[in-house]
């Protein structure tokens, strides 16, 4: 069974207007699509590899051949970036974060302003490509660290409880080269629900099951 492009868990206009329909429908069904399509050109070659997630591949990319890895490492990142990244958003969404991570978020950056100033000006200081996350290790203790391209947190051996896409295909029609202002206007439409799932399956140790993360 090949990797397969997960639906939007809604309609492609639901998050306007922090993100327009036209964006989210060349974000979903274009660049995400591309990424899956891609990762599963890659592992034709490569059988062996058939049985694994794609959360799986990118956790040890050292163990997938040579010839794949770039093709793994971007695309099988940017599936599974992008398989977070609709369900850690939703309509009507936003608001002070809730539950345990909202306690996280307080006990390590003071407070939830100063934790979205420095995630903001970190997913502007990222340059070019890349993503911004609050990443958690297994003992709890999170960080906010940006990637290039289409990396996880997977790969340095962190899981990543939530990110933000900044690539400009995340934002460009609507916000143009104003980055800061769409980062701003991104915490409109978080899921905390979602995010506070994540949290948990990486205190419970289970984030390989988690069936939040992207699978085949
Ligand atoms: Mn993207």
Redesign the pocket.
Known sequence: MAHELPPLPYSYDALEPTIDKQTMTL?HDM??GAYVKNLNAAIEKHPELASKSADELIRDLNAVPEDIRAAVRNNGG?HV??SM?WKIMKPKGGGDPSGEIAQVIQKTFGNFNDFKTKFNDAGTKQFGSGWVWLAGKSSGEVQIVTTPNQDNPLSQGLFPIFGN?V?E??YYLKYNNRRPEYLAAWWNVLNWDEINNRYKALKSGKTTQEPALAHR
Do not use: L, Q, V
């Open positions: 974000h660049h995400h940017g970036n992008h990244f896409d690539w295909h995340a």
